[in-house]
């Protein structure tokens, strides 16, 4: 009786072990991503040995110094000879991507910079308006420059501050110019954020107590949702890397899983094919002047019943309605799908699950039958900016917003649904200054994962400590 339940005993022990054996192997080694096989490592994630999680990523051009020693060698009359170095200083322009990470220990909030071609910059620290350090979880990061293909950057202390970067955090996007110092110096928020990141790397361990090494913003907006990512869209072929306001487009948008991770009810609708959508996603009109960077509601407001100053916030352009645990966006373009690829990528993930790039064809979500007033679905109620208010007391309310709805469940928009590994977060691509919209089609998007992170590294699946790239031209299977 004994040896029968030792037995039962030992069996059911061995089981346990097997299951748990056989559910590890498969857990680490029994996953495939063959979707994942198109993409290409391009670069280390910086900070992950610091304990930086990584969040978001933007990327624009700026300017960066090649120098080159040369020996010179002169005689005199006697015969002896002098070597001399020579240096001489070359102004290029690269890709710079900007990766914005909270801290595990606790340090105030960072973004990293990495040269396309010159590679690991740097990072700078933040600080909120009032100059404490900010500490927030940096969701979503995007920044604009000028560089034209000559390498001149800005012509004037007044440009400088017409380029701006964007933070999300929670509900409120964060935003900067260049400091007093650099816009005098003509010289853009980009610009600042480089050169201060290269700075820090010449002294990581006993830093310059004079120099500040951290990027101060300048105000402040509630975005009206969650504001998890954002997303700065640069219209491509206007004349240079320049701000076009009538194309050039920043995206805000928030991250939704049930329970932990909630939108307010408003923000969850069906749409036309009845997939149901729980989080939105907000466009915004670039504007060169303006505290941020962008169209404000002075644009919209009646002169009867104007806007308060104090409430002047960014102008919502459109409205997408977007699926749940999205954590970045890109775009290839903005025209017609297959002349030149306008292709809306979504990265959606959340915990250990195969992350998901969901791909749709822009064109089809911009179509008239794809789109209805706010207040159309939402029982005659207009879109209310959170807290704004009119001179009147009264709430500012806009009427004539839009929702377009990204549709999963809609096959013709839907184009492709591409299974990568866990924990993908933001998005970006680099466009050329001198590309033409029809070629943002072979542009590559870049894709950040945050599963490299310490305090991942005992569960996660496959930690990947590098930012990989897909091309557009390669998502129709």
Request: one cysteine or more; charged letters at 25%.
């Amino acid at each position: 009786m004994k040896h029968r339940k030792l037995f039962i005993s030992l069996s059911a022990v061995l089981s346990a072990v097997l299951f748990l054996a056989i559910f590890l192997s498969v857990w680490y080694l029994g996953d495939v991503y063959p979707d994942f096989k198109r993409a290409e490592a391009e670069f280390e994630i910086p900070g992950l040995d610091d304990g930086a999680t990584p969040q978001g990523m933007s990327s624009c051009y700026a300017n960066y110094t090649v120098e080159t020693v040369k020996q010179e060698i002169s005689e005199d009359d006697d015969g002896n000879q002098t070597v001399k170095d020579v240096v001489t200083k070359e102004t290029k322009m690269q890709p710079y991507f900007f990766i914005s990470a909270y801290m595990a220990d606790g340090s105030p909030s960072r973004i990293y910079v990495v040269g396309q071609e010159t590679g690991y910059v740097g990072y700078v620290t933040m600080k909120t308006v009032d100059g404490s350090n900010f500490y927030g979880h940096s969701g979503g990061i995007a920044i604009n420059n000028y560089t034209n293909s000559a390498g001149t950057a800005i012509s004037s202390a007044e440009y400088a501050r017409y380029y701006t970067l964007w933070v999300t955090c929670d509900s409120t996007v964060y935003c900067a110019k260049s400091s007093d110092a650099y816009a005098t110096a003509k010289k853009s928020i980009a610009q600042e954020i480089v050169e201060k990141a290269a700075r820090i790397k010449l002294t990581p361990e006993t830093p310059d107590e004079d120099y500040d090494f951290s990027i101060k913003f300048t105000t402040s907006f509630k975005a009206n949702c969650n504001a998890s990512f954002c997303y700065y869209y640069d219209n491509p072929g206007v004349g240079g890397y320049t701000i076009n306001i009538t194309s050039d487009r920043l995206y805000i948008g928030e991250f939704y899983n049930g329970g932990k991770y909630e939108t307010d009810d408003a923000h969850k609708m069906l749409t036309p094919n009845g997939y149901k959508n729980t989080a939105l996603m907000y466009e915004y009109k670039v504007h060169y002047k303006g505290e941020y960077g962008l169209t404000t509601l002075d644009s919209k407001e009646s002169d009867t019943d104007p806007v308060r100053e104090s409430d002047k916030v960014p102008a919502i352009a459109n409205i997408y309605s977007i699926p749940e645990k999205i954590q970045g966006v890109a775009w290839s373009g903005r025209d017609t799908y297959g002349s030149n690829n306008g292709i809306l990528v979504l990265s959606q993930s959340y915990g250990l699950s195969n992350s998901r790039l969901l791909c749709f064809d822009y064109s089809k979500i911009m179509k008239n039958a794809n789109r209805k007033y706010y207040k159309d679905i939402n029982e005659k109620v207009s879109f209310v900016y959170d807290g704004v208010k009119r001179v009147s007391g009264k709430n500012y309310t806009d009427p004539n917003l839009y929702v377009y709805f990204v549709d999963k469940a809609n096959e013709e928009m839907f184009i492709d649904d591409l299974s990568v590994p866990s924990m993908s977060e933001g998005l970006c691509n680099v466009t050329p200054p001198e590309m033409s919209g029809s070629e943002m089609g072979r542009t590559k998007f870049y894709i950040l994962f945050e599963s490299g992170a310490k305090k991942y590294k005992t569960f996660v699946r496959r930690s990947i400590k590098n930012v990989y790239s897909m091309r557009f031209d390669r998502l129709e299977k």
